[in-house]
């Protein structure tokens, strides 16, 4: 796991401002109001944080602003972060705040005054996120590892409500730490052994191997891998935090460690990012991970499906017919459509076992949805409102992107085969959409479902508000939330 930022939060003092050292933050407000510690740092300073307030640039003071002052007299720190946060602000700009002091800090430490200040924890959640560094194959990386204090009013209760923000820190960095990793190393059976590791948080996790799929009938998935030397495994991880007769809801993923393409070949550009295209599984290991760690009071199982897509003499043809687990053909037009061969069996087994009350696939599946939504948002697609509606609440409570998409029988038509029960797709125009409707042919009709295509999300070139660019872990906070929210009692 990576480095998670250390933080520790304290009662105010403000005798300690004078011989801080490394870097010192604190709160003002967009019309200029000092707390106590702005007043007492002013003071010290003799006057600097007034004289700001009354120059022009503070006209421009945005929330999540900071304005450093470097080597301020009076103090022996390196900086004093003035940081733009309004008295009423809300949880985006918190973490919004957190974030811009987490992007400057560099290695130093940092002492944070936030007495008075609402949602302290959620600036600290702000500053740990964005104080990712994916650096395990860099031999001359340095982590940021100078200590974060935060003082603040009552810190016995902001650091209560900030122990189940770390879970979801946590998560979300598995899941970065999934994606960001390099094929070579994050094969179908290191995926498997790291999520086997997470039994020690008490999840009950199990690994099928290629025996035990065929004999279970999940011809699709197998089919993806193979053409590979890696084994193609499937993984279960259940937690067992609610009432004992209540069905679990069930996470699927898609968990292509590298897409080749198989035979319907790749360009060469651009390839080494399909690496990415476990995402779905990885957003369900971090999912599942934050629920164990919080000791969610629901249960859930994650399912994800493991596998490489490689051109090989024993790789699939494009023009094959396969059996799925339920018992439909498919004919394979394009082996670069993998993914969703690897979803449906995992869909339909999930059902057989589980039951669900609901399921919800994750997987980086088209390229079609980044025309449509760009890097943005992730497509959503379902077939139920109520669960639908219950998402997109959780996604936008935690600013992560998200937009319903359609479904209806006309796309469901373009994947007639003549061959088959099914193509595996149904040409260029809506591409994503004939992908959701292959999907919801292996969902049961009374089975509340959603389909998140995350290809635009899962891994961007440019840093987002609590990411550096990279693997962004884009699902675990929204997840988690909609965990809370629908299935937590």
């Known amino acids: 796991m990576t480095y998670i930022t250390p933080i520790s939060f304290?009662?105010?003092?403000?005798?300690?401002?004078?011989?801080?050292?490394?870097?010192?933050?604190?709160?003002v407000s967009p019309e200029g109001k000092l707390g106590v510690s702005?007043?007492?740092?002013?003071r010290l300073t003799k006057g600097a944080i007034h004289r700001f307030i009354q120059s022009d640039n503070f006209k421009n003071f945005k929330p999540s602003n900071i304005i450093s002052l470097a080597w301020p007299s009076g103090l022996i720190a390196s900086s004093l972060d003035i940081v733009c946060l309004p008295r009423d602000h809300s949880v985006?700009?918190?973490?919004?705040?957190?974030?811009?002091?987490?992007?400057?800090?560099?290695?130093?430490?940092?002492?944070?005054?936030?007495?008075?200040?609402?949602?302290?924890?959620?600036?600290?959640?702000?500053?740990?996120?964005?104080?990712?560094?994916?650096?395990?194959?860099?031999?001359?990386?340095?982590?940021?590892?100078?200590?974060?204090?935060?003082?603040?009013?009552?810190?016995?209760?902001?650091?209560?409500?900030?122990?189940?923000?770390?879970?979801?820190?946590?998560?979300?960095?598995?899941?970065?730490?999934?994606?960001?990793?390099?094929?070579?190393?994050?094969?179908?059976?290191?995926?498997?052994?790291?999520?086997?590791?997470?039994?020690?948080?008490?999840?009950?996790?199990?690994?099928?191997?290629?025996?035990?799929?065929?004999?279970?009938?999940?011809?699709?998935?197998?089919?993806?891998?193979?053409?590979?030397?890696?084994?193609?495994?499937?993984?279960?991880?259940?937690?067992?935090?609610?009432?004992?007769?209540?069905?679990?809801?069930a996470l699927v993923g898609k968990g292509v460690v590298f897409d080749t393409g198989g035979?319907?070949?790749?360009?060469?550009?651009?390839?080494?990012?399909?690496?990415?295209?476990m995402g779905g599984a990885g957003v369900v290991a971090g999912a599942m991970r934050a629920l164990a760690l919080r000791k969610a009071k629901a249960n859930v199982v994650g399912i994800v499906g493991l596998v490489e897509n490689m051109p090989s003499?024993?790789?699939?043809?494009?023009?094959?017919?396969?059996?799925?687990?339920?018992?439909?053909?498919?004919?394979?037009?394009?082996?670069?459509?993998?993914?969703?061969?690897?979803l449906c069996d995992l869909l339909w087994y999930a059902q057989e076992r589980f039951n669900p009350s609901g399921i919800i696939?994750?997987?980086?599946?088209?390229?079609?949805?980044?025309?449509?939504?760009?890097?943005?948002?992730?497509?959503?697609?379902?077939?139920?409102?109520?669960?639908?509606?219950?998402?997109?609440?959780?996604?936008?409570?935690?600013g992560e992107g998200a937009w319903r998409m359609p479904l209806g029988q006309s796309y469901d038509d373009m994947l007639k085969s003549r061959i088959a029960d099914m193509k595996n797709i149904g040409g260029r125009p809506a591409g994503s959409v004939t992908a959701a409707q292959f999907l919801q042919r292996f969902v049961k009709p009374e089975t509340p479902w959603i389909h998140l295509d995350i290809a635009g999300v899962a891994s961007v070139t440019c840093e987002t508000e609590l990411a550096p660019k990279g693997a962004t872990g884009w699902g675990v906070m929204a997840l988690n939330r909609l965990i809370s929210d629908f299935c937590e009692n």
Not at 368 to 392: P, Q, T, Y
């Open 361 to 398: 696939d994750l997987a980086t599946l088209t390229g079609a949805i980044i025309i449509g939504l760009g890097h943005e948002k992730a497509g959503v697609f379902s077939n139920n409102d109520k669960l639908c509606n219950a998402f997109l609440k959780a996604a936008a409570t935690e």
């Open 263 to 277: 035979i319907s070949l790749k360009p060469a550009a651009g390839m080494e990012d399909m690496t990415m295209d």
């Open 92 to 249: 985006a700009q918190a973490r919004n705040a957190g974030a811009a002091l987490a992007k400057l800090r560099g290695k130093e430490c940092i002492l944070l005054a936030l007495d008075g200040v609402r949602r302290a924890d959620e600036i600290a959640f702000g500053l740990a996120m964005r104080d990712y560094r994916f650096i395990d194959h860099k031999t001359d990386a340095v982590l940021n590892d100078g200590a974060v204090t935060v003082m603040c009013t009552n810190p016995k209760i902001v650091e209560a409500a900030y122990a189940p923000l770390l879970a979801v820190i946590e998560g979300t960095f598995l899941t970065r730490d999934l994606v960001n990793e390099p094929a070579n190393v994050l094969t179908t059976n290191n995926f498997a052994n790291r999520l086997e590791e997470m039994s020690a948080l008490g999840l009950k996790v199990e690994v099928l191997d290629e025996k035990e799929l065929e004999q279970l009938g999940m011809r699709t998935l197998l089919c993806v891998g193979q053409g590979s030397e890696s084994p193609s495994k499937v993984v279960i991880m259940k937690w067992d935090g609610g009432q004992k007769n209540i069905t679990p809801f």
């Open 10 to 27: 304290a009662a105010t003092d403000l005798n300690t401002f004078a011989n801080t050292t490394g870097r010192l933050a604190v709160i």
């Open 313 to 342: 003499g024993n790789a699939t043809r494009p023009g094959d017919v396969i059996k799925s687990m339920k018992g439909d053909t498919v004919e394979v037009i394009n082996t670069d459509a993998e993914g969703r061969l690897v």
């Open 38 to 42: 702005a007043r007492k740092l002013n």
